[in-house]
């Protein structure tokens, strides 16, 4: 807060403390001559008026450095005075965070290539990465020094994994793998390069506004007893960190998708235990695996992941050549979940519940793929999972002897992904600009809004084109597609498809499947729009 | 012109605090000089009001008081940057400044909603500059002012005194 002094003072503000000074003096003081030249007027009046007028604006400026509300008003507020009043809410803002990920570089040949330090890859917009220290990379690289390995698939082509992060805290630098990206300076023997894994966890500064609506999640009571109280407790403690929660379901006592509390005989609710799925991503995230795979038959190789490796995970997206950047892969045959992490502290029970350990942090997976052209005993993949981001970080924080509730077993786990598809045509005046790639961006966003619920309407989305300037929206059915596929629990793939993607017409408790299980999102490339002028 | 001092006649009248030196007697011509505000506060009325309120707009510099920076005249500055060099030059400069004066304590005169109205006596309606001199040696300008006040001849000098009726 900067301090005022009789310099800041404006005519006008001098003038209405003056007067003001005048009229009660008067008032008070009748026979007092107060007139322009008078010694009262010059030696007490004016400089009474000099400093209630700056006593003024610093109780205007203390006002509004203490209310939220006048602060949300200023064009850019003092962070400090704004953590200041969050902290009486025991909150703080949260300062952004900048994205991370990968880049794929290819080079011609097999040598010592020397990366100096922040080196910075850009992608076509304009958004730029920077790399680290100084990093050689090499063939049998000594990566416990920081060296990073050369790789080849072939003996011809060479490529190495570096990783950057983004050069400013912004959502808009969270790119997906694939994304085209060049290095601002030279590199010797470059080919070419682009990103190999999402680029995740970019976040923008919380703003003021934000701030405020959070305030009621702060004020509440913090045991984790109650949905609202629970919700409360994650967004205090992660809100202020890199990991986003979106939005949370809490799934207990009497609740469809609560399973765990049913280990007995009889199969009845008994309660004490929590499930608590959260959305920590707006787009889907995948985290990129480097894995292992054992041939187990002709073109068939096994992979396994790791409880640690993408903890709770969903589902596999992708498993290709570990220099693939594309979205294809091989045919993933299974992917078995199992009990990979004791479990001391929570019920988790697969011989009664075989969905009891799925999205959770003590899962592990077994990838079967085939189509392999290839017959090695062992062999590395590139392995894309949906996660998510976080999982592990707020399960352990529940788990926390000081937080955690000590009448239930709080278990979080990674929501279902129902990961839809839009392909319509939109119809625009003569004259009308509309603009393709912001429509396409405004329906993911859309689409990634919505959690926890049980609908996603077509006519919700043809709202949205109609909003942003088309004429109006094939919504016939062949016109307008929508379908959305999701996995459930049990490791079966279903499909929605048609006017209303209602979670309800596959609703299956055993499997985990319900409108609180499941959220709705969409991935670049999923949405096409097909633009006609009538 | 008859003078009848008096220390009475405060009644009704609006005062301000003495700024130059108490004068007893106006009879005739009197020096004035700056009086112990601080040890000696006391109140005027009347002629010597209206005059010390003149005399502290014509010596105050333009541009000086904050938040009031028409106020005042342009004698000071004049005198400050060597401007006057001669007497004519000297009058020349003090009608200019006079006239600022004036037009500054008329406007203020005439917001009687404000201020509430003046008697005759504390209303000058003009002023002359019947002598002047300077003393090149000493530094020393010397202004004679006659003032004529709307109550004409009939004046009453009200005494500086220490309390307020």
């Keep these: 807060m900067s301090i005022i002094v009789f310099n800041d003072l404006t005519q006008a503000q001098f003038d209405s403390a003056e007067q003001l000074i005048i009229s009660k003096v008067r008032t008070g003081y009748p026979q007092l001559d107060l007139r322009t030249g008078t010694v009262l007027r010059e030696q007490l009046i004016r400089p009474a008026a000099e400093l209630y007028a700056l006593d003024g604006e610093r109780m205007t400026a203390i006002a509004q450095d203490t209310s939220l509300l006048e602060l949300s008003k200023q064009s850019d507020p003092d962070p400090v005075s704004v953590n200041a009043v969050l902290s009486n809410f025991n909150m703080t803002l949260n300062t952004g965070f900048s994205a991370t990920g990968t880049v794929l570089v290819r080079v011609n040949a097999n040598r010592v290539y020397t990366l100096p330090a922040g080196l910075t890859f850009s992608t076509l917009p304009g958004l730029k990465y920077a790399g680290g220290t100084l990093t050689r990379v090499r063939v049998g690289a000594n990566t416990s020094a920081g060296e990073i390995e050369l790789r080849t698939a072939d003996g011809i082509s060479y490529y190495f994994l570096y990783p950057l992060i983004a050069a400013a805290e912004d959502i808009e630098y969270n790119i997906p793998a694939g994304t085209a990206m060049d290095p601002t300076s030279s590199i010797y023997g470059y080919v070419s390069s682009s990103a190999y894994t999402d680029f995740t966890g970019g976040l923008n500064a919380s703003t003021l506004t934000e701030a405020i609506a959070s305030i009621p999640d702060a004020l509440t009571h913090r045991a984790l007893t109650d949905r609202n109280a629970i919700s409360a407790r994650l967004h205090g403690e992660f809100d202020s960190t890199n990991t986003v929660i979106q939005d949370i379901s809490v799934q207990g006592y009497g609740d469809d998708a609560q399973l765990r509390d049913k280990h007995n005989l009889m199969g009845w609710a008994v309660g004490a235990r929590v499930d608590i799925w959260v959305r920590t991503f707006t787009n889907p995230v995948s985290t990129t695996l480097i894995v292992d795979g054992t041939w187990v038959s002709a073109n068939t190789y096994q992979l396994t992941v790791g409880v640690s490796d993408a903890p709770g995970y969903y589902a596999v997206r992708s498993v290709c050549e570990v220099d693939s950047v594309a979205i294809s892969s091989y045919p993933v045959v299974t992917d078995i979940r199992t009990v990979a992490a004791s479990t001391a502290n929570h019920d988790i029970d697969v011989t009664r519940s075989p969905t009891d350990v799925v999205g959770t942090v003590y899962q592990g997976g ?81 689409i990634n809004s919505r959690s926890f619920t049980q609908r996603l309407t077509r006519s919700e989305l043809a709202n949205i084109l109609i909003q942003a300037g088309a004429s109006r929206v094939d919504l016939t059915t062949t016109g307008f597609q929508l379908s959305g596929r999701l996995r459930d629990a049990l490791g079966n793939w279903l499909t929605l498809q048609g006017d209303v993607l209602d979670i309800q017409t596959i609703f299956n408790a055993a499997a985990l499947v319900t409108p609180q299980t499941v959220v709705f999102a969409a991935i670049p490339g999923s949405i096409n729009l097909t633009v006609v002028t009538e | 012109m008859t003078i009848r001092a008096t220390s009475i006649d405060y009644a009704g ?100 909603e404000t201020f509430g109205s003046q008697p005759d006596d504390e209303k000058i309606t003009s002023t002359e500059l019947s002598a002047y001199d300077i003393n090149y040696q000493t530094g020393v300008v010397t202004l004679t002012i006659k003032f004529t006040m709307a109550s004409g001849s009939a004046i009453t000098y009200l005494i500086p005194v220490a309390t307020v009726r």
């Design chain 2, 13 to 112: 009248r609006q005062v301000d605090v003495e700024l130059l030196q108490t004068v007893v007697d106006p009879q005739g011509t009197q020096e004035v000089l700056v009086s112990n505000v601080a040890t000696q506060p006391k109140i005027v009325a009347g002629v010597q009001k209206s005059l010390q309120r003149y005399t502290l707009l014509l010596l105050t510099s333009l541009g000086d008081v904050h938040f009031a920076l028409d106020e005042g005249s342009s004698l000071m500055p004049a005198f400050n940057s060597g401007q006057i060099s001669n007497k004519n030059m000297l009058q020349y400069i003090f009608v200019l400044a006079n006239t600022r004066v004036m037009q500054a304590i008329r406007a203020s005169d005439g917001d009687v």
């Design chain 1, 366 to 446: 077994t990838i079967v793929v085939s189509g392999v052209p290839y017959a090695d005993s062992t062999r590395e993949f590139r392995v894309d999972l949906y996660t998510a981001p976080g999982l592990a970080s707020i399960q352990a924080f529940v788990d926390d002897r000081s937080v955690a509730s000590v009448g239930s077993d709080c278990l979080v786990r990674c929501p279902l992904i129902c990961l839809v598809d839009v392909s319509t045509t939109i119809y625009r005046k003569s004259g009308v600009v509309l603009d393709v790639t912001a429509l396409q961006t405004q329906l993911i966003n859309y």
